[in-house]
């Protein structure tokens, strides 16, 4: 089985992803890939994980936006089985990506609440992205497992 992690803010070598996933997945006989930042600019495949990284950005900057369709190219273009979202914002992947493609979605803390009562993000814009996350969320459950 081929399968891809995809992530916004995480670093290709996330200690969870690349390390506890990816590792372990390959280990078991799969195809791994991850999308994720990193400092390092090329394709490389360390231990057989296809790395597909993108350079890194500030949290609130236009780029991040951007990123979310190189991320879509390279997941298309990597044709996986099973994609594994490692963070809310992605969740648009699921429909576009059509049912050609089994999905998982690594939801391991409340990001709703993480929003509403970090310091990443201005106070003006915190309620707003908490309920789009929430609702995007939501609507995702009913294609992801």
Request: hydrophobic share 40%; aromatic share 12%.
């Amino acid at each position: 089985m081929r399968i891809c992690h995809v992530s916004v803010l995480n670093p290709v070598y996330h200690s969870r992803i690349y390390y506890k996933w990816a590792l372990s997945q390959l280990q078991s006989g799969h195809e791994i890939g991850i999308i994720a930042q990193s400092q390092i600019s090329s394709t490389i495949v360390p231990k057989g994980i296809d790395l597909m990284p993108f350079p890194t950005f500030s949290r609130m900057g236009l780029r991040r936006l951007r990123t979310h369709l190189s991320i879509y190219r390279r997941l298309k273009y990597w044709k996986a089985d099973l994609v594994v979202i490692h963070a809310p914002e992605l969740l648009w992947i699921v429909w576009c990506m059509g049912r050609q493609v089994n999905f998982h979605y690594d939801v391991h803390e409340d990001y709703r609440k993480n929003i509403l009562h970090g310091k990443a993000y201005p106070k003006w814009i915190k309620s707003v992205l908490a309920t789009l996350v929430r609702k995007l969320e939501k609507l995702a459950m009913k294609r992801v497992r």
